[in-house]
């Protein structure tokens, strides 16, 4: 019983180290990718990995969030919170790439909706971590399980 007590607060400190970790490694990362930004005016490596990054934040997070690895699907959770935030956070660095080829449709480009939805989408990443967060625990943390067990 004591160990398993001791295991826990050392599960939780390792994942803290994990995390410092990994927001080192991404901020020194997003140096790297501002600095090659603006020597190659180029931002879209830089819009990308802010999304991905946001993304694995969300995966790391919800490391600590999940109790039993069992893998049990919870479709409501993927389908209604993983997926759109999936494809809200992917919607500023596609557009944007897209643009930069010049390759946007002009029906899309000139849409309030999409103008409106890069505001949204580009201000913040917290679709990126809803994203990763919500897609771990959709398939690792069944709802119809939070009752059982």
């Known amino acids: 019983m004591i160990r398993n007590k ?17 927001a080192r490694l991404s901020f020194s990362y997003e140096i790297q990718s501002k600095q090659s930004a603006d020597a190659t005016f180029n931002l879209i490596p830089l819009i990308w990995f ?3 990054i946001s993304i694995l934040f969300g995966l790391y ?10 893998f049990k699907i919870n479709p409501s959770l ?8 999936l494809l809200l956070s992917f919607t500023y660095p596609i557009t944007a790439t897209l643009a930069s080829f010049n390759n946007l449709p ?27 967060l919500s ?3 959709s398939l690792f943390n069944d709802s119809r399980c939070s009752e059982k067990c």
């Open 6 to 22: 001791w295991l826990s607060y050392f599960w939780k400190i390792l994942w803290i180290i994990g995390l410092i970790i990994l």
């Open 50 to 52: 802010k999304v991905i």
């Open 61 to 70: 997070l919800s490391l600590i969030l999940v109790k039993k690895w069992s």
């Open 78 to 85: 993927i389908w209604c919170v993983s997926i759109p935030s």
């Open 106 to 132: 002009e029906v899309i480009a000139n849409s309030s909706i999409l103008y409106w939805l890069i505001n949204v989408t580009s201000s913040s990443n917290i679709f990126g971590i809803v994203a990763g």
């Open 135 to 137: 897609l771990i625990l």
